[in-house]
């Protein structure tokens, strides 16, 4: 999986999120193994979520990969 132009910050920001919420990560890759887009989230207390990063790559866009990648979150952060 190569995240290649989507990363819309430095490293160092995603890794602020990994670890703390690595459950609120979801992305989707294409049979090639590149990165067709990902979302990030966090909890912030038991009935408050915020998207952080939502990101699809412009090859992929119109396919409703937003809404499937706000889905995979909404169900996560169900779980949560």
């Given at each position: 999986?190569?995240?290649?132009?989507?990363?819309?910050?430095?490293?160092?920001?995603?890794?602020?999120?990994?670890?703390?919420?690595?459950?609120?990560?979801?992305?989707?890759?294409?049979?090639?193994?590149?990165?067709?887009?990902?979302?990030?989230?966090?909890?912030?207390g038991s009935w408050?979520?915020?998207?952080?990063?939502?990101?699809?790559?412009?090859?992929?866009?119109?396919?409703?990969?937003?809404?499937?990648?706000?889905?995979?979150?909404?169900?996560?952060?169900?779980?949560?």
């Amino acid at each position: 999986m190569n995240a290649g132009n989507l990363l819309q910050y430095s490293p160092s920001y995603y890794l602020k999120y990994l670890p703390r919420w690595p459950d609120f990560f979801c992305a989707t890759v294409a049979p090639n193994g590149r990165m067709m887009g990902y979302i990030f989230g966090k909890a912030e207390g038991s009935w408050h979520g915020h998207i952080t990063i939502l990101t699809v790559a412009p090859p992929y866009r119109l396919l409703r990969l937003a809404s499937t990648l706000i889905a995979c979150l909404e169900a996560v952060s169900d779980e949560a």
